[in-house]
């Protein structure tokens, strides 16, 4: 088969495809890649399904568990070296026999033996600490999968709509069944659930397409049966919203809105995204920008501009029709948390045709000077603003009916907004770790309080909590609330002119600005409305101590009582009677976190035959709690991985990274400042200024003077990416380091961690395995 080379980015610059799955190049000749082994026969392994080996299209005959397993572990990471110890744990399993590293020698000889007559040179090499499948990633179906979806993303990009269709189309003909299908292990599951959230983004990226290219009529079917496979996924509803407008059936697009409203206030308790509240308004208002443009605007290329990824893969196995479009997938669908209720839908960057849904502020459908209130007739008209005709800001996300306690937090933020200091704004900040609810209670108090501000509500996300997103410059922030305003001048060059004229459009004004995720206080001061009869509610993870004038709220984790009245609200009270020691666990392993408990009853919800139990018992596994903690792109990791984001750049921020990791090695929740110094072999000062920058982003919390503590679910994640990132030599050092200092401390007569009289049992992890050290009873 004739490959062509293909640039799909930096990190797969040598990728390359089988020709027959791209588009006709126009002249020149096709390039050959040569890897490790040339193809002389069409050797391929596909997983998109049942795990199977074709040559030339025949299937060759693969039997036996371990073989299969060990085959699609390979694949999955094809022309990589696969360590042999994580062959051992994803293969055979965490408790692995004796005999496992001779049996794993065994098995990887009978795959060479099955595979090398198919393949020139050696099909699987042994490598200094591990293995690798010497195939080409082209040639494993996973791989080519996702390649092609990306390179049908670049055509849409260049315009090549065509292209991009055909793409699109080649790339989800690749699936005959859930990926992966049969294999119960975590990893393959967790692949598969990454692979399903794949298909599901490429197969929406593929309805975009088609919309662009005037297919509505024929995708309404298509779009009938995906959005009722995903009645919570509220992307296709959209689409298919779209596509029946366009198709003259706005009455039934309305009907979709009604049905999607009822299916997610009934099972979550949340009303739509704002985004698809603009699409319902756009259809009754007919607005223009839904229309089809004309053929030549949809051929035109589209300007690159930002794109929302979704941080994890969505959880739950998926039940694929090959070859065909259609997705009868019964997928876990997004849950739409308190935290990302903004940006309920997780389009791309808009083409000429597509659907594009841009914030409030921008106006329904990025129309200039029109927003919700314009179309849907309500709206109060705010006297004096430079714009005649303004409509007063109500920018606020939709609260959750779930919301639950808090009430002490509710009263002190009313006394807060409502006794400010004569000639001052009043303003609250809410400080707290990542997911414990800041969001949902600011935007919870602030529904309460809109009565009072007569002149409306602003709502700014300062993006600080959005994994792999810069916080939001206060430039930005200011152009995006002064058109909110009604100003219409030219867009202020520098932050001190923007800022200016904020304080001038607000300095009479009786506003409320929620400024939602900030980074810190230098980022939010100049955002705060000047007029003494204004107010704001800040939420950060940080604790903003240079914010002057702000009262500040630090918020914690629920309380069981709380915890449990929540987790009951959300799945709800049958559910919990039926199984109440399974609701507590889950609850339990929870942690406190909201986020947590609201990813946990989202699993629940969009699967109707688990168990409480069944949760539970995932819940329990601490190889798997974390992967249990992630529906569509909710996950517990993301909201981790944002804390580690808002370190700072250089060495102080590597330094903090680093002991972070290095924590993950340890059992126990509670750290001195010496142990810690001793696992990253640094002094005490140093450490513990990695330490404080830890304890700033609410990834560590402070016991007092020279102790800490890390929440289990963090505690979970540091281990993960000890494991992943750092070598096995290394974290053993770490361990005798740390293992020599209690000892030394113990022997000493110190108190660091041992009571007087008492042994006491030091666990660590190393090598995926947890080792206890019993320390001698200390006089």
């Excluded at 090398?116 to 990633?137: M, Q």
């Excluded at 707290?432 to 969001?439: E, L, Q, R, T, Y």
């Excluded at 930005?476 to 001190?496: H, I, Q, V, Y």
Aim: aromatic share 4%; proline share 8%; glycine share 10%.
């Amino acid at each position: 088969m004739p490959l062509r080379r293909v640039a799909i980015g930096r990190a797969d610059a040598d990728a390359v495809v089988p020709a027959s799955c791209l588009p006709p190049r126009a002249g020149g000749s096709r390039s050959i890649r040569q890897g490790r082994g040339s193809l002389r026969m069409g050797l391929q392994i596909n997983v998109l399904g049942p795990c199977e080996i074709t040559v030339d299209g025949e299937p060759v005959r693969l039997a036996g568990t371990r073989r299969v397993g060990l085959l699609a572990r390979l694949a999955m990471s094809a022309d990589r070296v696969v360590p042999a110890e994580q062959l051992l744990t994803d293969v055979w399993g965490q408790s692995t026999a004796a005999t496992a590293g001779k049996q794993l020698h065994i098995v990887v000889s009978k795959l060479r033996d099955l595979l090398s007559p198919h393949h020139d040179g050696e099909i699987i090499a042994t490598v200094p600490g591990g293995y690798r499948l010497n195939l080409g990633r082209e040639r494993v179906d996973a791989h080519l999968f996702t390649l092609l979806a990306r390179q049908a993303g670049a055509a849409r990009d260049r315009g090549e709509i065509a292209a991009a269709d055909g793409l699109f189309r080649r790339a989800l003909a690749l699936w005959r069944g859930d990926a992966l299908a049969g294999m119960a292990a975590p990893w393959a599951e967790a692949a598969s659930d990454r692979l399903a959230e794949e298909r599901l983004t490429a197969l929406e990226h593929h309805f975009d397409v088609r919309l662009e290219t005037g297919d509505h009529h024929a995708v309404v079917p298509e779009l009938s049966a995906h959005a009722a496979a995903h009645p919570l996924r509220e992307r296709p509803q959209a689409q298919l919203m779209l596509a029946l407008y366009r198709a003259s059936r706005s009455t039934e697009a309305l009907a979709v809105y009604q049905e999607t409203r009822r299916v997610l206030v009934d099972e979550l308790g949340i009303e739509p995204g704002a985004a698809l509240r603009r699409l319902q308004e756009a259809v009754l208002a007919r607005d223009p920008a839904l229309d089809l443009p004309c053929p030549a605007q949809r051929t035109a290329p589209t300007l690159p501009g930002p794109t929302r990824h979704t941080a994890r893969s969505l959880p739950g196995p998926a039940r694929h029709s090959a070859p065909a479009l259609h997705d009868t997938a019964r997928h876990a669908a997004p849950a739409l948390h308190d935290l990302d209720v903004r940006t309920a839908l997780d389009l791309p960057s808009p083409a000429p045709g597509a659907l594009d849904l841009p914030s409030p502020a921008q106006g329904v459908l990025g129309l200039p000077g029109r927003g919700a209130s314009d179309l849907s007739g309500h709206g109060r008209r705010a006297p004096g603003l430079s714009r005649p005709g303004a409509v007063v800001p109500g920018e606020l996300p939709a609260g959750t009916r779930a919301f639950t306690a808090r009430s002490a937090e509710l009263a002190w933020l009313h006394e807060t907004l409502t006794g400010a200091v004569p000639g001052r704004p009043a303003v609250a900040a809410i400080d707290g770790p990542g997911g414990i609810g800041k969001s949902a209670l600011a935007v919870h108090a602030a529904h309460a309080a809109a009565g009072r501000f007569t002149d409306g509500v602003f709502y700014v996300d300062l993006h600080s909590a959005t994994a792999g997103r810069r916080p939001l410059p206060p430039l930005k922030a200011l152009n995006r609330l002064l058109r909110s305003l009604g100003d219409e001048a030219a867009a202020p060059a520098t932050p001190d002119e923007a800022a200016a004229r904020y304080r001038s459009l607000t300095s009479a004004r009786n506003l409320l600005v929620i400024l939602d995720n900030a980074y810190d206080a230098d980022q939010v001061r100049p955002l705060i409305p000047a007029g003494p009869a204004c107010a704001a509610i800040v939420t950060s993870r940080r604790v903003l101590a240079a914010l002057g004038g702000a009262s500040p709220l630090h918020l914690a984790g629920l309380g069981d009582a709380d915890a449990d009245a929540l987790f009951a609200r959300l799945v709800g009270a049958p559910r919990v009677e039926a199984e109440p020691e399974a609701a507590r666990e889950i609850v339990r392993r929870c942690g406190g976190l909201p986020l947590a408990l609201r990813i946990a009853a989202a699993r629940l919800a969009a699967r109707p035959g688990w168990t409480l139990s069944h949760l539970a018992a995932r819940l329990n596994d601490p190889a798997r709690r974390l992967d249990a903690l992630e529906h569509a792109d909710l996950a517990v990791r993301t909201s981790i991985a944002a804390g580690l984001q808002q370190l700072p750049d250089g060495p102080a921020g590597r330094d903090a990274a680093h002991t972070f990791v290095l924590l993950g090695l340890l059992e126990t929740p509670g750290y001195a400042t010496g142990a810690v110094s001793a696992l990253t072999g640094w002094t005490e000062r140093r450490t513990e200024a990695a330490l404080g920058r830890l304890v700033e982003v609410r990834l560590l919390e402070s016991g007092g003077p020279g102790r800490y503590r890390m929440p289990g679910l963090i505690r979970l994640y540091a281990r993960e990416q000890a494991a992943r990132h750092m070598p096995e030599a290394r974290r053993a050092a770490a361990v005798r380091r740390v293992f020599h200092h209690y000892l030394t401390t113990v022997r000493a007569g110190g108190s660091e961690g041992v009571a007087a009289g008492r042994s006491a049992r030091c666990r660590f992890t190393v090598s995926g395995r947890t080792v206890t050290k019993l320390m001698p009873a200390r006089p």
